[in-house]
């Protein structure tokens, strides 16, 4: 029996194996979702563009709290036209104010009327005590609420004045041109 001495001696003595490694460097791939979610956010916001354009969508920016906590002033709601005689109680619709006629109220509908004249609506805001002081009728229907997106009425809101400009376009403009400029510096 050879002793741990021995048996390390014979190893130590053993020819050590030359090995090439080849280092190769590889892309690193985006894992699926990612890419996913990127097609899927694009085509959806195309497909919004879409309805908006051919004025199947219309989106509307919320001024005042007369819906809360449904939505709030600064809030963003899309609503699509829907025959009148789809409505239900509760439907939440956007229509022409019968005091003005050019501003527009979004309201819930408490009410519904159908008499000689045809169908109306009697509204409420959730934040209101009491319903709206007038009746609305079917004409002035603009369309039926489906979906708020928060927040996103304040970013349209501030970028009609200067400094919203200022931050919205022309500072996002100057970090893109900046960092195309960094890097075109830095590769020479």
């Not at 014979?10 to 985006?30: A, E, G, N, W, Y």
Request: proline share 4%; aromatic share 4%.
């Amino acid at each position: 029996m050879r002793s741990i001495q021995e048996i390390e001696s014979i190893i130590d003595s053993l020819p050590t194996p030359r090995v090439r490694l080849k280092i190769t460097q590889t892309k690193r791939k985006k894992p699926l979702w990612k890419t996913l979610t990127v097609i899927g956010v694009s085509l959806c916001t195309i497909l919004v563009a879409l309805l908006v354009l051919t004025g199947m969508l219309q989106v509307f920016v919320v001024l005042s709290g007369s819906m809360q906590p449904t939505f709030t002033a600064g809030d963003v709601i899309l609503t699509v036209d829907a025959p009148v005689r789809s409505l239900q109680v509760n439907d939440i619709i956007t229509y022409r104010s019968p005091d003005t006629m050019k501003s527009l109220v979004t309201h819930r509908i408490v009410t519904i009327i159908k008499g000689d004249q045809g169908i109306a609506f009697q509204t409420k805001g959730d934040a209101n005590e009491g319903v709206d002081q007038y009746v609305v009728s079917s004409e002035l229907v603009v369309g039926r609420m489906v979906l708020t997106i928060p927040y996103v009425g304040h970013v349209a809101s501030i970028s009609h004045s200067v400094l919203g400009f200022l931050l919205l376009v022309l500072a996002p403009g100057i970090v893109v041109i900046g960092a195309e400029v960094f890097s075109i510096v830095k590769k020479k």
